[in-house]
């Protein structure tokens, strides 16, 4: 396996316990204004792939591998890789830099109130630390946020310390999602661990 191949480079902090935990401070929003932010964004934010497949920022590839369970990670040209860790056996669901290009979220989550059949909670936002100009190794592990009341349909940046989130509390199915969708501003603070 690919994984096994190369030096994996930006694991989760060796010592969990002191990591910065991330806190979301959340108020409601309109669709409008979550759709607002969304074209803000994409309007200046060049896409995160190229045509071949690779994140210019990072000069790596994403790559996904699925069975069974699916396992993201970036590589880059010296066969270098960057675990993208998630909870959840779909994997990751998408990857942002912010708009500084200083911090980058990977974020997952499972669509079903069920959750807790399977999972501890229904969401998880993981955030980095980047250094663009050294590849992988400016990727630097800030913190994450987990929480067991919504999961995530799609979220963007407001700026570098807010977050826009589109989200349901209900069950996702192909005729849409029980009790509609939600829209939350997140702001990102990080706590230190009690020592």
């Given at each position: 396996?690919?994984?096994?191949?190369?030096?994996?480079?930006?694991?989760?902090?060796?010592?969990?316990e002191?990591?910065?935990?991330?806190?979301?401070?959340?108020?409601?929003?309109?669709?409008?204004?979550?759709?607002?932010?969304?074209?803000?964004?994409?309007?200046?934010?060049?896409?995160?792939?190229?045509?071949?497949?690779?994140?210019?920022?990072?000069?790596?590839?994403?790559?996904?591998?699925?069975?069974?369970?699916?396992?993201?990670?970036?590589?880059?040209q010296?066969?270098?890789?960057?675990?993208?860790?998630?909870?959840?056996?779909?994997?990751?669901?998408?990857?942002?830099?912010?708009?500084?290009?200083?911090?980058?979220i990977?974020?997952?989550?499972?669509?079903?109130?069920?959750?807790?059949?399977?999972?501890?909670?229904?969401?998880?936002?993981?955030?980095?630390?980047v250094?663009?100009?050294?590849?992988?190794?400016?990727?630097?592990?800030?913190?994450?946020?987990?929480?067991?009341?919504?999961?995530?349909?799609?979220?963007?940046?407001?700026?570098?310390?807010?977050?826009?989130?589109?989200?349901?509390?209900?069950?996702?199915?192909?005729?849409?999602?029980?009790?509609?969708?939600?829209?939350?501003?997140?702001?990102?603070?990080?706590?230190?661990?009690?020592?």
């Amino acid at each position: 396996m690919l994984l096994l191949l190369g030096l994996n480079l930006c694991v989760k902090a060796q010592q969990p316990e002191a990591s910065p935990l991330l806190e979301l401070e959340t108020k409601a929003i309109t669709q409008q204004d979550f759709e607002q932010y969304k074209n803000t964004f994409d309007s200046y934010q060049p896409p995160i792939l190229d045509s071949n497949g690779i994140i210019k920022a990072l000069n790596a590839y994403l790559v996904t591998n699925c069975d069974e369970i699916c396992e993201s990670h970036l590589l880059d040209q010296d066969g270098k890789v960057c675990l993208l860790p998630s909870d959840y056996d779909s994997g990751i669901l998408g990857l942002l830099f912010s708009p500084d290009a200083k911090q980058m979220i990977v974020y997952s989550s499972y669509d079903g109130p069920e959750y807790s059949n399977f999972y501890e909670n229904r969401s998880e936002i993981l955030i980095y630390e980047v250094d663009t100009t050294q590849g992988l190794k400016g990727i630097q592990y800030a913190g994450s946020y987990t929480t067991p009341d919504w999961s995530l349909e799609d979220l963007t940046w407001v700026n570098s310390e807010t977050l826009a989130l589109m989200v349901y509390r209900g069950s996702k199915t192909t005729q849409g999602v029980d009790g509609g969708y939600e829209y939350l501003s997140a702001k990102m603070m990080f706590i230190s661990p009690a020592k």
